[in-house]
């Protein structure tokens, strides 16, 4: 892999907790409701909004439960390739990767919670969607189903 790509990595990668200036969970995430449209119907979610640094640096780490209806999203401005990981993330986790255009771009279904394995988005994102393992398959989730916010 050479320099640059490396860098790109390195620049989307969440930041371990003993490394991050704030606390983590971030207190006061705004909220708001995100609606998966899937061949099996509309499923709402209540999902906290990460939208500084220190709230993406941090996500879901340390969380040790989470309503079936709840999640966090992460809006990507301009949009770009990101990539996660579960470092510091009890929960096992669904990873929505969604494109520009609003719609499932890739999913990572049933992230290892732990793991320092990169997870890509597989393309531009505009938005990562963190949901409770397994809500992807109860919800018949695939990529290209939309996405509205």
Not at 21 to 46: E, N
Not at 107 to 133: C, H, M, Q, W
Request: with cysteine.
């Amino acid at each position: 892999m050479n320099l640059a790509a490396l860098a790109l990595i390195a620049a989307f990668v969440a930041v371990p907790a003993a490394a991050m200036s704030g606390p983590c969970p971030v207190p006061g995430l705004a909220h708001q409701r995100v609606t998966l449209v899937t061949a099996t119907g509309k499923h709402r979610y209540d999902v906290e909004v990460a939208a500084s640094a220190d709230a993406q640096e941090c996500g879901l780490m340390f969380r040790k439960r989470m309503a079936r209806s709840a999640g966090m999203i992460f809006p990507l401005a301009p949009p770009r390739p990101q990539t996660f990981w579960m470092e510091n993330t009890v929960l096992s986790l669904d990873i929505i990767f969604v494109a520009p255009d609003n719609r499932v771009l890739n999913i990572a279904a049933n992230a290892t919670p732990f793991a320092r394995d990169f997870i890509p988005s597989g393309g531009d994102s505009s938005a990562v969607i963190e949901l409770n393992a397994g809500e992807a398959a109860r919800i018949g989730l695939k990529p290209g189903d939309r996405v509205l916010r």
